[in-house]
């Protein structure tokens, strides 16, 4: 039922242009048929608009005898019923052709008159005859029709377009030739006739009540109105009667011809009073006290200017007409009647202007931009049509008398000619109208273009919204502009000039005004008094931030993918809306000025990331220089055992551990680990191990494997459980030479002993260092790794040590350090570079095996840490 009753408008719509576009064809077609057949011939009776008969004869049948009271009974044999049926028989009638006719007299007699028909015309018009035809007959009725039409499509729902379209309907009635052609278009123009004008009377009287606002009279005194519009109502059905008798059934309202007089009384009256009706309310509104609102009373000003201007014209013609007693066609010169028609069009343009635009500009504006444009402009074009028409002769001139390669080159040299004019002349001209006559809005153009380049310049989002501000409000005059930016997922007011501190001025994301900006990206007009879709969707809290941002233009500020802000645009001091102009370039500074304010949080962004970085540089640098200290920095001296040890993170800190710690007993505690993971974290849990071994250690209370055992519960309980570490722990015995160890799931040290005691070397006294026949021994003994379970006993191992023994404890990172190739170093390759070494000392021996391992990888990117430690028996 719904979608039904949308669809009403358009229906009733489709009706009336069928009806109207017939009625204008038909109206026209009979016009100019009487020009391109002036020898068609013409009834030789016509309507009357005496009330006591119904036609009257012309000149040709009071020739034959007829007199105006009397009554045709018969026409060629025909009974004579009505003006249909004699259209019809004389439709396809010549001039010259007798017709007779039957007809009694006032006294009661019969007689019959041989009647010579008449053409229509008696010659062709001449070009003025066509000219104001041509006008008032086919242009100017399309024109007003077109004109209301198109309104009625613009805004359907709009009841004022409708009483607009019922005023311009009424146009091309003013020239109208009902009852011309025979068939169904005598009775159809007739009735379309009486339509039109009663519908054009009632639009009138409601229009001028209900537009722009309705009329205070009307509020306390609704039933006026109604007084006039019924009788002009039921006066309808007696107007269609009596012209639907005249047609068909002359006897049948013989009875009710007293009435007809009274009725045409009455047309006039209605007409009169809706056009004093019209004028009396407009004018009144306008000077109304209260005085109307703003945009009220400058649409109120420029309908009273156009009515004025278009009907003060009609108006003297018609009564000039009356007076003379001859059509407005005999009465006024054809430059009259052109004059006439060009400034009536000022009426329905005024009313279409103000019931289709959603601001109106004030009168004083419209007139002066339209006069100096039409006068810059318009004299710019007819200087150009004379000099290329003058041109145009004096080259075909040329061509004419001259020979034939005149005539070639003629056509040529014009184009060239039309070309440097328009492009080197007419051009730089208009421009310099457009500054001469129009220096503001060039002015503007100038002062909003420059700003859009200027936009993208800015780095910095308060100095850029500055600029625009004081720039746009220079250039348009306009007080009241605010920012509103995104934070999170609000908008909130970042930025306002000329409106009051407001605390909490924001739109969320998810407002009907933010949705409608982010979807098209569009600038969208606020219209309080006829609202777009968006803006009458918005909720009160909605609305109430645009009223008290005083917004009348809305422009997003788009970023790369999302909507960084919304620029609102107050009212310009000339209370001028926004033309289309202004709003293509404040789009384009709007664009620019999104794409900065994107720009300047980016590099603020990146700013805080460098400084944060830097920072953390910083911070990491210091760890690294703390975790380096919390290596060995000075070795122990122990008595006949040489050692060193060596470690290189993968990042700037790492996991890997190793220490030489001195005990109270004279042992030497030797440590080496590797923090599961790398970075921070992985140190920290270093940290963590050193500061509690070396408490473990210091206690001298505690067996190797108790002592791994409580340094495992230590790391279980401050650490998570992703986290875990490999360690090795041995205490050297330089008296006994032995070593006493715990392998906690680390890579097991590797012992080198070689083969012929006393050698301190694995190469062959007569060759190169290779692989000799020494031992190669694993220290595996111990249990699992640390901090993965909390109750685990630990095994401890000991080895008795020998003189020219090398023990090499490592990490992972140098037994997995790879190639670019993804090929592992391997245990193997570690041993046959320590065998190499062996007859070195023991920091030689690290040098040796990481140097080893760097020609291995060839500067491939090492993913883990990298630590060995050697001890070399002596």
């Excluded at 719509?13 to 017939?22: D, P, R």
């Excluded at 030789?44 to 006591?52: T, V």
């Excluded at 008398?401 to 051009?427: E, K, M």
């Excluded at 020219?804 to 170093?825: C, H, K, N, P, Q």
Aim: net charge neutral.
């Amino acid at each position: 039922m719904r979608t039904n009753l949308a669809k009403l408008p358009y229906l009733l719509l489709a009706i009336l242009v069928v009806g109207s576009t017939l009625f204008y064809a038909a109206n026209t077609a009979a016009t100019f048929d009487t020009f391109l057949n002036p020898n068609r011939a013409r009834p030789p009776l016509e309507h009357s608009d005496n009330a006591r008969f119904l036609v009257q004869p012309l000149p040709e049948s009071r020739r034959a005898g007829m007199a105006a009271e009397d009554e045709p009974i018969s026409v060629n044999g025909v009974p004579f019923t009505g003006m249909a049926g004699l259209i019809r028989q004389t439709f396809h009638a010549h001039p010259g052709q007798i017709f007779s006719i039957v007809y009694r007299n006032r006294l009661g007699g019969m007689h019959t008159a041989q009647v010579g028909l008449m053409a229509q015309r008696k010659a062709r018009p001449n070009f003025s005859g066509w000219l104001i035809n041509i006008v008032l007959v086919a242009l100017f009725p399309a024109f007003c029709l077109l004109l209301g039409y198109w309104v009625v499509l613009a805004r359907p729902l709009e009841w004022n377009a409708w009483l607009l379209l019922g005023i311009m309907n009424v146009v091309p009635v003013f020239s109208s030739r009902t009852g011309y052609f025979p068939g169904f278009l005598t009775p159809f123009t007739i009735l379309w006739q009486i339509f039109a004008v009663q519908w054009m009377l009632i639009s009138l009287i409601l229009f001028s009540i209900y537009f722009p606002v309705r009329s205070r009279t009307d509020i306390r005194h609704p039933w006026i109105k109604w007084l006039i519009i019924i009788p002009q109502i039921a006066v309808v059905p007696a107007e269609i009667a009596l012209a639907y008798g005249r047609l068909y059934h002359v006897r049948f309202i013989q009875p009710y011809l007293s009435a007809s007089g009274p009725l045409q009384v009455a047309g006039n009256v209605f007409a009169a009073l809706s056009l004093c009706i019209f004028i009396a309310a407009i004018v009144g509104k306008l000077f109304a006290v209260p005085a109307p609102a703003p945009d009220a009373r400058r649409r109120l000003g420029v309908v009273a200017a156009g009515s004025l201007l278009g009907l003060g014209p009609v108006l003297v013609l018609l009564v000039t007409s009356t007076l003379s007693e001859k059509t407005y066609m005999d009465v006024a010169p054809s430059w009259a009647l052109l004059t006439v028609v060009v400034l009536f069009t000022f009426f329905p343009l005024s009313l279409a202007y103000t019931v289709i635009v959603q601001r109106a500009l004030d009168l004083r504006i419209i007139l002066r931009q339209g006069t100096r444009y039409a006068f810059a402009q318009g004299t710019l074009w007819v200087l150009q049509g004379i000099v290329f028409t003058f041109l145009g002769f004096r080259l075909v001139h040329f061509a004419h008398t001259s020979g034939r390669w005149a005539q070639l080159i003629a056509p040529l040299a014009g184009v060239l000619i039309a070309l440097f004019l328009r492009l080197r002349v007419a051009r730089p001209l208009s421009l310099w109208i457009d500054r001469r006559f129009f220096r503001e809005a060039y002015s503007v153009d100038q002062i909003l273009t420059d700003l859009s380049e200027q936009a993208r310049t800015f780095n910095e989002t308060e100095p850029l919204l500055r600029t625009i501000t004081e720039r746009i409000g220079q250039a348009l005059h306009v007080e009241r502009i605010s920012f509103l930016l995104r934070q999170g997922k609000i908008f909130q007011l970042q930025y306002a000039q000329g409106i009051p501190d407001e605390v909490d001025v924001s739109l969320p994301e998810n407002s009907s005004t933010m949705r409608a900006l982010a979807i098209d990206r569009s600038p969208k007009r606020v219209f309080r008094e006829h609202p777009d879709p968006w803006l009458a969707l918005a909720a009160p809290a909605e609305v109430s931030v645009l009223d008290r941002l005083d917004a009348e233009l809305l422009l997003p500020l788009p970023g790369r993918s999302s909507l960084i802000g919304v620029m609102a645009l107050g009212p310009k001091l000339s209370e001028e809306p926004y033309s289309r102009s202004d709003r293509r370039l404040l789009s384009s500074v709007a664009l620019q000025t999104g794409l900065a304010i994107e720009n300047s949080a980016l590099v603020h962004h990146l700013a805080q990331e460098s400084a944060q970085r830097q920072r953390i540089d910083r911070e990491i640098e210091i760890a690294r220089q703390v975790q380096e200290r919390l290596l060995p920095q000075i070795y122990p001296l122990v008595k006949g055992l040489d050692f060193a040890g060596y470690s290189r993170t993968a990042q700037e800190v790492g996991g890997d551990y190793y220490d030489f710690i001195p005990l109270d007993n004279g042992k030497l505690g030797i440590a080496i680990g590797d923090v599961s993971g790398k970075g921070i974290s992985s140190a920290l849990l270093m940290a963590s191990i050193r500061a509690a071994l070396h408490g473990l250690t210091f206690s001298g209370t505690l067996s190797l494997a108790r002592l791994i055992e409580g340094l495992n519960r230590i790391i279980f309980d401050s650490s998570t459980s992703n986290r875990f570490v490999t360690f090795f722990f041995g205490e050297y015995d330089p008296c006994a030479r032995t070593l006493d160890y715990v392998n906690a799931g680390h890579n097991a040290p590797v012992l080198l002993r070689p083969a012929v005691p006393g050698q301190d070397s694995f190469c062959s006294p007569d060759g190169p260092c290779q692989d000799g026949p020494g031992i190669v021994q694993r220290l595996e003994t111990g249990g699992p790794v640390l901090g993965i379970f909390t109750d685990v006993q630990y095994e401890q191992g000991q080895l008795q040590l020998q003189p020219y023994d090398v023990l090499i404890g490592y990490t992972d990172g140098i037994s997995e350090a790879m190639t670019t190739a993804y090929e592992e170093w391997g245990e193997e390759r570690l041993i046959a570079a320590a065998k190499m070494s062996t007859h070195r000392s023991a920091q030689d021996i690290v040098t040796a095996v990481v140097q080893r391992v760097d020609r291995f990888t060839a500067g491939a990117e090492q993913n883990d840490d990298l630590s060995v430690v050697v001890l070399k028996v002596l």
